[in-house]
Nanobody, 114 residues
């Protein structure tokens, strides 16, 4: 059974930083396509970043401020978010793709105050 558990969300002032974690079980992050998505209030879910093989890919809105990484020994994926802006406020979700199947975490709330 695959589980993705996000943590690390919270309330932060604009310009601050947070690090989100996604702890995986039932799959191996090193051989999966791992992504972060977010859903701002009243809006659709949007893709944020992907780590796959040796590639790191970012949405234009977060490039240069967010960094996706993974710790294979801990089977965990991270999203380091720096210089946060009020428009980054959203529920952040971890997503894993393995063997053509998609898995989602429960989400973690990030709120950035101005």
């Amino acid at each position: 059974q695959v589980q993705l558990v996000e943590s690390g969300g919270g309330l932060v002032q604009a310009g601050g930083s947070l690090r989100l974690s996604c702890a995986a079980s039932g799959l191996t992050v090193s051989i999966s396509v791992m992504r972060w998505y977010r859903q701002p209030p009243g809006k659709q879910r949007e893709w944020v970043a992907t780590v796959t093989g040796g590639r790191l890919i970012y949405a234009a809105s977060v490039k240069g401020r967010f960094t996706i990484s993974r710790d294979n020994a801990k089977n965990t994926v991270y999203l380091q978010m720096n210089n946060l802006k009020p428009e980054d406020t959203a529920v952040y979700y971890c997503n894993a793709e393995q063997d053509t199947r998609d898995y989602w975490g429960q989400g973690t709330q990030v709120t950035v105050s101005s």
